[in-house]
């Protein structure tokens, strides 16, 4: 159970004088829920970015499943099977939910001028197909949401934008999932349903791996296996919840900047 | 329809009434001389639009609209074939709708480009262009069949435009606009500095023949004499009906969903595997495509072009259009299309002012209605399906 999904060394992500992340070892173990948190500013969400592709590493090595991908585009780093959530919601909100969760399914579509202009049947085929997937998403998470596919994201309330975030970056089936504060935005009790069904989503890609940045402590309690601690681009501490919030450096970490 | 409503005209029988309604009225515009005709015309005409905006007819207008598209475009054919026939001895009414045929299908390429995909374009008038001048050259330099002008004037400008990608590749939002318009501006020069080109006073382009059935002369079948305009407006309808079709299926497709991906939020889409320099290559070849080819046509159709057909202020006005009939709506760059040509080419007081009345009416709509007349709405992939 302890196969290493990711492995980041000595990962380091400078903006100019200023390092976001500063020479990091993270690693993630398949099957867990690792919980990543740090005061505002310490590098959280631009460890995602870097994973990811948005930004190049300045050095160090970011290994998945055995791939260094280290400095792939966004593009080929999704390929490999990571997919995200964005801490200020990234939907299209004009676009139908349907569109919004058939972006995150873009590795399966056939995106070949010919058979999507001239060979309809092809196309259609595989639009039934995408329409079964995010209705069974859909309906793990919101069953009113079916019958309302092709109304623009942008009427929703803030907990269904999250749920259908979360269709997104899971319809392509990724092996590793970043969730950056899927809690941003809402109330405790919508915040504690958004988690479960997060949590019961994992039979539908199996062996999901998730990666939890999260500011509420008591989200991380309940969901995490382990947690890394952030402070200023560098690994204050690594370990489960409970010796996490008992670590005096962690306390310092926290009450020197603002209070969790 | 299937809720129950004190009185229910079936969605067919509306469709039907609104286009002869629209051909009645478009009949009466055309054919009327008198500016005060025209005026109480337009103000009808505005009237009217202002009226099914506020009623509850209009939600079931598009109810039905939506649920009868096919019968809609059908009708929308008939309309222009029912005009062409009225006007079949006018020659200038006849050069109007063609006209207008042929400036949608360019405005439908600047909606792959700027509507969809967001990819910004000063010069679709060059790429029009492009068109017109390339079949002037393969008219006269060779013996191709006219017909094959269409499709390469189209790739010769898709080839063209492919020295503005990178540029437009690598910078983003002002900058890529700048380089569209450097472009519009040395396209202007470089046709007047160019004698094979005719120089500024342009080159005469032969006309379409097509079979044996030359676009030149006036049809005469049996007693009815036609103005050979008839001719372009047929086949300036058929090459609409392709190009309509064609948006039209890309934006249903998983290719539009793309286009609209890299439109919306490059970064986000990119972590999804969305390839954004693709797409952007893609929407802004289809468009300059689309613009060759109806400028291939258009030049026929003129006899004579000139660096004067194309200039920037084209450019603007194509754009204007696009601003104006809603951004992403292939209906509404029909209708705005339509309204920008014919109004100032009747409403004659208008016509020294109409780039100052474009400015205020686009700087209207930016203002009060940003969608454009009629809004884009969410996609739907296959026609009727319930949104
Ligand atoms: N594109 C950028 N250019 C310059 N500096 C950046 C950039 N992105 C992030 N930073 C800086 O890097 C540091 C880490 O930011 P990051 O967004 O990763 O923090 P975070 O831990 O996610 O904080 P929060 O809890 O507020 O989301 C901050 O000081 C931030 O200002
Ligand atoms: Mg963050």
Not at chain 1, 32 to 54: A, C, M, Y
Not at chain 2, 112 to 132: D, E, K, P, W
Request: hydrophobic share 50%.
């Amino acid at each position: 159970m302890s196969e290493r999904i990711l492995d980041c060394t000595a990962l380091t992500k400078r903006f100019g004088g200023l390092a976001a992340l500063n020479a990091l070892d993270i690693h993630v173990d398949r099957g867990e829920v690792l919980g990543l948190v740090g005061p505002n500013g310490s590098g959280k969400t631009t460890f995602f970015n870097v994973i990811t592709g948005i930004y190049r590493p300045t050095s160090g090595v970011v290994t998945f499943q055995g791939r260094d991908i280290s400095g792939l585009p966004p593009q080929r780093v999704y390929h490999s099977g990571i997919a995200r959530t964005f801490q200020r919601s990234r939907l299209c909100l004009e676009l139908s939910i349907f569109d919004n969760i058939m972006i995150g399914n873009h590795k399966r579509l056939d995106l070949g001028l010919w058979n999507n202009i001239f060979r309809r049947s092809r196309f259609e085929a595989q639009y039934e197909e995408g329409m079964e997937r995010a209705a069974r998403l859909l309906s793990a998470l919101n069953p009113d949401l079916v019958a309302r596919m092709f109304r623009p994201v942008g009427d929703l309330p803030m907990i269904d934008r999250r749920r259908i975030e979360i269709c997104r970056a899971l319809v392509g089936r990724p092996s590793l999932l970043l969730l950056d504060e899927p809690s941003a935005g809402m109330t405790h009790d919508e915040t504690r349903q958004l988690m479960d069904e997060i949590l019961n989503m994992g039979s539908y890609s199996d062996g999901l791996t998730i990666v939890l940045i999260e500011h509420e402590m008591n989200v991380i309690r309940r969901v995490t296996d382990r947690c890394v601690v952030l402070n200023f681009g560098q690994k204050l501490f690594e370990g489960v919840y409970d010796d996490v919030v008992a670590n005096p450096v962690v306390q310092e970490a926290y009450l020197g900047k603002d209070v969790e | 329809m299937n809720q129950p409503r004190d009185f229910v005209i079936p969605g067919p029988v509306f469709c039907i009434g609104l286009a002869v309604f629209a051909a009645i009225y478009l009949a009466l515009f055309l054919s009327s001389e008198s500016q005060a005709a025209i005026l109480v015309y337009m103000a009808a005409g505005g009237m009217v639009l202002l009226l099914n905006n506020m009623s509850e007819l209009k939600p079931r207008l598009s109810e039905a609209i939506k649920g009868n598209e096919r019968l809609c475009n059908r009708l929308a054919v008939a309309v222009v074939l029912a005009l062409t026939a009225a006007f079949h001895a006018d020659h200038y009414t006849l050069f109007l709708i063609g006209t207008i045929l042929l400036y949608i299908v360019v405005v439908l390429g600047l909606n792959v480009q700027l509507g969809f995909t967001g990819v910004i374009n000063f010069s679709c008038a060059s790429f029009f262009g492009i068109g017109g001048y390339t079949s002037a050259m393969l008219l006269s330099k060779t013996s191709l069949p006219p017909l094959l002008a269409l499709p390469l004037g189209g790739v010769c400008a898709a080839v063209v435009g492919s020295i503005l990608l990178l540029p437009v590749l690598r910078t983003s939002g002002h900058y890529a606009a700048l380089v569209t318009m450097a472009f519009a501006l040395l396209f202007r020069i470089f046709l007047e500095v160019n004698d094979a080109l005719g120089g500024p006073q342009g080159v005469p382009v032969r006309s379409m023949s097509l079979a044996g059935w030359d676009f030149g002369s006036d049809l005469v079948i049996g007693d009815l004499q036609m103005s050979f305009y008839v001719s372009y407006v047929l086949l300036g309808l058929v090459l609409l009906c392709l190009a309509f079709s064609f948006v039209r299926r890309i934006e249903r497709s998983w290719i539009g969903l793309s286009l609209d991906a890299v439109r919306v939020d490059e970064t986000a889409s990119a972590c999804f595997g969305v390839d954004v320099a693709r797409w952007k290559i893609t929407a802004f070849t289809i468009g300059n495509f689309l613009s060759g080819v109806a400028g291939a046509l258009y030049a026929m159709m003129l006899a004579y072009i000139s660096p004067a057909n194309f200039t920037f202020g084209d450019s603007l006005i194509f754009l204007s259009i696009l601003l104006l009939g809603g951004v992403g709506n292939s209906w509404g760059v029909v209708m705005a299309t339509a309204v920008v040509v014919l109004v100032p080419e009747k409403f004659q007081v208008i016509q020294e002012y109409r780039y100052l009345i474009y400015s205020a009416l686009v700087l209207l709509m930016i203002v009060f209605r940003p969608h454009g007349i009629l809004p884009r709405k969410t996609r739907i992939y296959r026609p009727g399906e319930a949104a």
